[in-house]
Structures are given as structure tokens and as C-alpha cells.
């Protein structure tokens, strides 16, 4: 029998599309920052890593994880015309705020310029990442990492050739974000229709859009159900909240930076520190490949195999995050000069320091997302909140009186808080399930002879 063409991969085909997908993917965006190193300045590099640091808080409250929600939404409870109509109001609210931020923060004309079109890039990101979580809902993450090497390469080379051409940042994001738009078009869009063509999310089902909506598929348009968005924006906002107090808490050096230091040595910082951007990516192909899947352990009440599966994946997260140090102890004066400049290497103490909270991050990161598969949502507001607040209070203090050095350890001290209360709260959630899982057996065992409760 012929297998149809949209049915769901095998978990190790998944795993392996998405790790190749993500590596590809972040390969091609940490050659783009060397690209701007080698091609431009340090402080051009800064000016785009103050864009990504100052519009990825607001669309991190904004995309509300409507991707993880929906590849975790194991009872269908929600239709992707809901997720994509949600999608759409949020995006353009998101870029207002990020132009209106632009305006009033007080930096130079080219750096609000260059804000305002890493907003419109990253704008075209959010559409294409709710489409990714349609595919991964159904197991299709072939699909995603094809759009993700394509998407790379493209951005590679759009952006380093505009800079090269303009030794301008600003031209380089604009083609950036045309990459991005392309991208969704073309492939993305296509692929989110081919997986709905096969499901039972048939047009009836979408109601109510209006005439512009109708060159796309009946079956990838919005859903304009103004009750049922308001309640999937309710369920999604704590965590929307929770990935915008991550993001902030990972950027919060680079405020302080950029304030207290300069755009320069923002510059050189960003650079240095998006081994751990890269790094994450990584991780995040390895929860996107074992999601739905560790979602429907845990919604099983399988305990068992969904720590086994969440232990695996740590597994690998330490074996990367002590790697990454060793590497940094042994050569981390010659990968600074050969992937950016000499003046780079002067600062490994630096990168080594940002390889140990990489390390920190990438188990932590796990760690929550397994609180996200467990719908264990608000609670984590109040971690990443704690989190924040020490790596505010580590920036202030340790960045003006120990510059780039001081950045990393405030960096290391709030991933280790990060990683502690995450694992307390994440081993809290195994045991109320097991619990739970246990006292659904007991009631099937006694219901036959009239002892339920």
C-alpha cells in the first residue's frame, strides 16, 4: 500500500529533518552576523543586534507560542483557522508597538531605522510560524526544515549581498525581510495548504472570511470567530507573557550594554553571545521533532515514558552545553579571530563564561517547554519573572563595573535560577500526573463492582 504523501513521519525521520533543518537554519544565521563583522563594523553589528534585542520581547508577548500550543493541542480543540486568524490580528499590533518604540527611545536615526525593519522582517517570521505549527502538529517536520534551509540560504545571501553593495545595515535588514516575505509566499503558505488539503479541517469549517481572504485555499483561511480568538488568546497569553519575560531576560545585558557601553562593544558582545541564539535552535529542533509526542504521553498518563523521553533530551542538552565549554577552553581565541576579528579574541574570557550559560539555557529551555507540554502555564510566569529580576539586578551592578565580563555573569546567574525553578516546578508536574494517572486505573478497577466514588 502506498503511504499518502501528507501522513505523519516516523519520530526519527522528524527528528532527523528538524535537527538538519535547525542546524542549516542557524548555521546560516550566525554566517550572516559574521558577514556583517567582516563586511562592516562592530558597531553595525550592534545596531542590528539592538534591532533583534528590542523587537524580539514584543513579538515573543505578541506570537503568544501559538506554534507550541497548537502542535501540543492533542484534542483538536482549536482549528488552525483560529490559530491563524489570531496570528493575524497580533502581527500588525506587534509592529505598531515596535515603530512606536522606535520613535520614543531616544536612538540615533539609523538605529530606529534599523529597529523598525528588523520589526518587518521578523513580522513575516510570525506568519510563517504559526503555518510551522500546523505542519508539526501533524508530524511533518520534512516540510518545516525545507523552508528553514531555504530560508537560511536566502537570508545569507540577500543580506551579505545588500551590505556588501551598500555598506549599509539598514539595506541589508530590508533585504533581510524581503528574503522572509518571499519565503512565506512561495513555500510556506503552499505547505500549510498541502497538510490541510489532507485532513478533515474541510472548508465549511471556515466561516465568514472576507473577499480579500478568498485567493487562498477555503482551508488556509482565518476563522473570524471574535468568542473563540478571544479564548484562545486567554489560554495563550500567560505564556505569551512567559516567552516575552524570557526574551527580555536574555536582552537585558544588551540594554545595559548599548546604555552604558556603546553600540560598539554591543557589537562585539552579540556576536560572541549568539552561540548560545545558535545553540538554542538546536534545542528547539529537538523539542519541535519530540513535542507531539511527549504532549500525548503526558496526556496518555504514560509518567514513565514521558520522563524517559524528557531525560533523553536533557541528556543531550548537557552533552551539547559541556561540549561547547571544552571547545571555548581549548580554542576560543582562534574561533573568535577567524569567525569575526582579532579584536573579538581579546575578550574570550567573555565567550567562555557565555558558553557555561549556554549550557544552563539549553537545559532550562527543555525544562519549560516540558511546563508547556504540561499546560503548567501560569506558574511559570513567576519563574521567568525571578529570572529577570536577577539578571536585571546582575546587569546594573556587575556590566559598568566589569564592562562585557560582568554581562556574562549576570547571564550565567539568571540561567541557573532559570534552570533550578524550572526543574522543581517540571518534577512537580511528573508526580501530579502519576498521581492522577494512578487514580484513574483505581476507578476503572472498582467501577465494575459499583465502588466508584
Not at 516575552?244 to 546604555?259: F, K, Q
Not at 565567550?351 to 544552563?360: E, G, K, S
Request: with cysteine; net charge positive.
Amino acid at each position: 500500500m502506498v503511504q499518502n504523501r501528507a501522513s505523519p513521519l516516523s519520530l526519527r525521520a522528524n527528528f532527523t529533518w528538524t535537527f538538519f533543518g535547525n542546524v542549516i537554519y542557524s548555521g546560516c544565521q550566525w554566517a550572516m552576523l559574521i558577514a556583517v563583522a567582516k563586511l562592516g563594523s562592530t558597531t553595525m553589528v550592534g545596531y542590528f543586534a539592538l534591532g533583534l534585542a528590542v523587537t524580539a520581547p514584543v513579538l515573543m508577548l505578541t506570537n503568544l507560542q501559538l506554534r507550541g500550543l497548537q502542535a501540543t493541542d492533542t484534542n483538536r480543540q482549536y482549528l488552525f483557522g483560529h490559530y491563524f486568524g489570531l496570528r493575524l490580528l497580533t502581527t500588525p499590533l506587534a509592529l505598531g508597538i515596535i515603530l512606536g518604540i522606535a520613535l520614543a527611545s531616544g536612538y540615533g536615526h539609523e538605529e530606529s531605522l534599523v529597529v523598525v525593519a528588523v520589526g518587518l522582517a521578523k513580522s513575516f517570521e510570525s506568519i510563517s510560524d504559526v503555518l510551522y505549527g500546523l505542519v508539526q502538529q501533524h508530524e511533518r517536520m520534512d516540510r518545516i526544515a525545507k523552508s528553514l534551509i531555504i530560508k537560511g540560504i536566502l537570508s545569507l545571501v540577500a543580506l551579505a549581498a545588500a551590505v556588501y553593495l551598500t555598506h549599509s545595515i539598514l539595506w541589508g535588514t530590508l533585504a533581510l525581510a524581503a528574503a522572509w516575505a518571499v519565503i512565506l509566499v512561495t513555500y510556506d503558505m503552499r505547505s500549510g495548504a498541502f497538510v490541510l488539503s489532507r485532513t478533515a479541517q474541510t472548508p465549511d469549517t471556515v466561516f465568514s472570511a472576507p473577499s480579500y481572504w478568498r485567493g487562498l485555499p477555503s482551508s488556509l483561511q482565518p476563522i473570524w470567530d471574535r468568542r473563540r480568538l478571544m479564548r484562545l488568546a486567554w489560554l495563550a497569553l500567560p505564556i505569551g507573557i512567559v516567552i516575552m519575560l524570557g526574551s527580555l531576560t536574555l536582552n537585558t545585558p544588551r540594554y545595559v550594554i548599548e546604555h552604558d557601553l556603546g553600540a560598539n562593544q554591543l557589537g562585539i558582545f552579540a556576536a560572541m553571545a549568539y552561540v548560545v541564539v545558535a545553540g538554542t535552535t538546536v534545542i528547539n529542533a529537538l523539542v519541535q521533532a519530540t513535542g507531539p509526542r511527549l504532549s500525548h504521553y503526558y496526556a496518555a498518563g504514560d509518567v514513565v515514558a514521558c520522563r524517559d523521553l524528557l531525560l533523553k533530551l536533557l541528556g543531550i542538552g548537557a552533552v551539547m552545553g559541556a561540549g561547547g565549554v571544552v571547545i571555548a577552553l581549548v580554542a576560543g581565541r582562534e574561533i573568535l579571530t577567524v569567525l569575526y576579528r582579532p579584536e573579538y579574541a581579546t575578550h574570550v574570557d567573555v565567550f567562555i563564561w557565555l558558553l557555561v550559560a549556554a549550557a544552563l539555557d539549553y537545559l532550562a529551555s527543555l525544562l519549560g517547554y516540558g511546563l508547556t507540554m504540561a499546560r503548567y502555564l501560569k506558574v511559570q510566569v513567576p519563574i521567568v519573572l525571578t529570572a529577570l529580576a536577577v539578571m536585571a539586578l546582575g546587569s546594573v551592578l556587575l556590566i559598568p563595573a566589569h564592562g562585557l565580563l560582568g554581562a556574562a555573569w549576570a547571564t550565567c546567574s539568571a540561567f541557573a535560577v532559570l534552570l533550578a525553578l524550572n526543574g522543581y516546578a517540571m518534577n512537580h508536574a511528573l508526580r501530579r500526573r502519576a498521581r492522577d494517572a494512578h487514580r484513574t486505573r483505581l476507578y476503572a478497577i472498582m467501577a465494575p463492582s459499583g465502588s466508584r466514588p
